[in-house]
Each structure stands twice: as C-alpha cells, then as structure tokens.
C-alpha cells in the first residue's frame, strides 16, 4: 500500500518549491533523461532553430542536435557576451526561426545568470517553445513556473536538491 509514498513525496515536495502541481512532475534519473523526455514529446517546423548557450554542458547539447537532425532543424549557439549579459545576448539572438531555446538558468561555467522571465515572454511572442536546464540553481535560487512559464524544466536532484544520485526531476507544463 505504501510503495508509491516516497516518490509523491517527492513529486509533491518538488511541485511546491517551484509553484506547480505535483501532477505535473515525472521523476527522472538524470537531467539529460529528462531532457531527452522532453524532446521526444516535441515537434518543431522543417527550418527551426533549436538556441543554445555557448559552452553548453552537453547533456544540453546532444539530444537536441539528434531533435534538430531528425527534424530537419538546425542549433544555434549564443556567443557568449564579452559584457556578461547573456540575456540580453540571446534576446538579440531571437528571430522568426527560433522554435525552441533550452536553456540554463545560470550558466554551468561561471554562473552568470539567464533571465528567462523576460526570455520566455519573447520566447511566447513568436510561438517558441521554453526548456529550462535549472540543474546548476534549483534548490539555491527560487523558481517559480508560473512567473517564467516554461514548457519543460528539469533539474538534478543531487546538487543543490540534496537527493541521492539518479533522482532528478521534470516539469511539464
């Protein structure tokens, strides 16, 4: 009878810590699974571009360069700004042909933070799909999905999350 207890617990803790429903949460064993979860579960136009951060970790990288192969897509990476200002880097970045950005809510490599409030609402403007990789923050910096609204969040669970190794999860909207 009790054998579904610890993982909704689980699932529930995490809904409430970045404002979602436990219903929307999958646990996963890794984020690049989660990841890879999400992409099978999208659809992009032949000729859209998937937007990545330069320097990307590359759980990040390979399942949506397999995405856009298989679709007919292409990925793009921001440079990294020489002032820092990555969010500004990618809003620059933003055009017609964008279908998708999955992206960090600081980068991996210098935690140089992403405002994705402000990229998800362009992202929304152009009918582009949000995927957040928030591995490096969550549990550290607050989330709130209904603020950045993104379509698929997913995050380790043993970095600042403090779960065992191969429990991560994934948000769904």
């Known amino acids: 009878d009790h054998f579904f207890d610890p993982p909704d617990r689980l699932r529930r803790g995490f809904a409430?810590?970045?404002?979602?429903?436990?219903?929307?949460?999958?646990?996963?064993?890794?984020?690049?699974?989660?990841?890879?979860?999400?992409?099978?579960?999208?659809?992009?136009?032949?000729?859209?571009?998937?937007?990545?951060?330069?320097?990307?970790?590359?759980?990040?990288?390979?399942?949506?360069?397999?995405l856009a192969e298989d679709q007919g897509g292409v990925v793009r990476f921001v440079a990294r700004p020489s002032d820092g200002?990555?969010?500004?880097?990618?809003?620059?970045?933003?055009?017609?042909?964008?279908?998708?950005?999955?992206?960090?809510h600081n980068h991996w490599m210098d935690g140089a933070l992403v405002d994705l409030e402000q990229i998800g609402n362009a992202l929304r403007k152009q009918n582009a799909l949000l995927v957040v990789d928030a591995s490096q923050s969550l549990g550290a910096m607050p989330f709130d999905v209904a603020r950045i609204q993104p379509d698929f969040l997913v995050t380790s669970g043993y970095k600042w999350m403090h779960c065992p190794y191969s429990i991560s999860f994934l948000y769904a909207a």
Not at 39 to 58: C, F, H, M, V
Not at 93 to 99: I, M, S, T
């Open 85 to 104: 200002d990555w969010t500004s880097a990618i809003l620059e970045a933003l055009d017609g042909d964008v279908g998708l950005a999955s992206l960090a």
């Open 16 to 66: 409430r810590l970045i404002g979602a429903r436990a219903a929307d949460i999958a646990l996963v064993p890794s984020a690049s699974y989660g990841i890879a979860t999400a992409a099978a579960n999208i659809t992009l136009k032949r000729g859209q571009s998937i937007l990545l951060l330069e320097d990307e970790y590359p759980s990040n990288v390979y399942t949506w360069k397999r």
